[in-house]
């Protein structure tokens, strides 16, 4: 195998750095790391890319920030910038180390407030076959411990089950015509794999391709407002959410 190097490498810090409120605040650092390299074996040839955007977190709250990091990345590493280096180059060793191969991700941070701060993650990597796997999620850290904030927040999260399936066979599968897309309600029967994550005034709740539905359904999910959850609260999720039930 003959292997090329071009690499285009964009690293930018775009540091929206104003003065922190307080501890807890969370500006951004976005860090971009783009690579490709051209491969030529026996059987094709082109580039294979390396695409990886991060809003790193500045924040005061050292907890905070090492929560997300590791989230991010992993629980061991102290530079990420290093960190998404080595990814980078581990990818075109390994599962890049195909002609066209492709590894995408995006970690963005969404909102916060004065007790959380939520990330979303998005990407897809694509080695060859019929095409990539592609996938969606989201956390929430608090801003009091900096803990994942998800299923916790509900005192019996499997008795979310019938209410998560009615919002997204309503929200979601409702588009689908074709009966092979679309599960009725009552066939959806587990939670999402990943943990949900909370979007203003309601929680968000996302399959991955596969767990509910075929490939071409894509990855199914809704929004569940909190009012609807209150009955499903556990004693963190009433004082966390500040929605005390009466």
Avoid at 161 to 167: C, D, F, G, S
Avoid at 176 to 200: G, Q, V
């Amino acid at each position: 195998m003959k292997k090329l190097f071009f690499p285009i490498v964009m690293i930018l810090l775009v540091v929206a750095s104003c003065k922190s409120k307080d501890l807890n605040d969370v500006e951004v650092e976005t860090y971009t790391l783009c690579d490709s390299v051209y491969i030529e074996n026996d059987y094709s040839e082109g580039y294979s890319y390396f695409n990886v955007s991060l809003d790193l977190p500045v924040t005061k709250n050292e907890t905070l920030y090492q929560s997300i990091i590791h989230w991010m990345l992993s629980s061991e590493t102290e530079d990420p910038v290093a960190y998404l280096q080595s990814m980078r180059d581990s990818f075109f060793t390994e599962d890049g180390s195909e002609p066209r191969s492709v590894y995408e991700e995006n970690y963005t941070l969404t909102e916060q407030n004065d007790k959380y701060v939520t990330y979303t993650n998005e990407g897809s990597l694509y080695t060859g076959g019929a095409h990539a796997m592609p996938w969606y999620n989201g956390t929430t850290f608090s801003k009091i411990d900096g803990s994942i904030v998800g299923y916790d927040l509900f005192d019996d999260p499997e008795k979310l089950i019938y209410l998560i399936a009615e919002n997204v066979e309503r929200q979601y599968f409702a588009r689908y015509e074709e009966d092979d897309l679309r599960p009725e309600y009552n066939e959806i029967n587990i939670l999402p794999d990943n943990e949900p994550w909370i979007e203003t005034d309601s929680v968000v709740f996302c399959y991955q391709p596969y767990e509910i539905a075929p490939y071409s359904a894509g990855m199914p999910l809704c929004k569940i407002a909190l009012t609807d959850l209150e009955p499903y609260l556990s004693a963190k999720g009433k004082s966390f959410l500040n929605n005390p039930i009466p």
